[in-house]
């Protein structure tokens, strides 16, 4: 299951995606990215395609720069994806 947070509550939403086996992070958000558009992409990814710096993408409540093969994790039947805007407190 994939689930947005704060901002991305209105552009994701909670969903069920099923990918081909094998896939990984990196493919879930590359299928999101063309499934959910333009407001989804403009958010996430960069003009060079890239992953923004500052989105919290986490896979079962490990944040993926924490995860061993990163955005290249596999995913597996079950696994929970969380994606979080910017965060900022004070």
């Known amino acids: 299951m ?8 209105a552009l994701v939403g909670k969903r069920q995606v099923s990918l ?3 896939s990984s992070l990196g493919d879930l958000l590359a299928f999101l ?6 407001p989804f992409e ?3 990814y960069d003009d060079a395609g890239q ?9 079962n409540g490990v ?3 924490h995860l061993l093969d990163g ?3 596999l995913l597996k039947d ?7 805007p910017p965060l900022a407190g004070g």
């Open 71 to 73: 955005i290249n994790t």
């Open 33 to 38: 990215r063309v499934d959910l558009g333009g």
């Open 78 to 84: 079950g696994d929970q994806v969380a994606i979080f």
């Open 51 to 59: 992953l923004r710096e500052y989105i919290v993408v986490t896979l």
């Open 20 to 22: 081909p086996v094998g």
């Open 63 to 65: 944040h993926c720069r």
């Open 42 to 44: 403009a958010a996430t």
């Open 2 to 9: 994939v689930q947005g947070y704060l901002t991305f509550k």
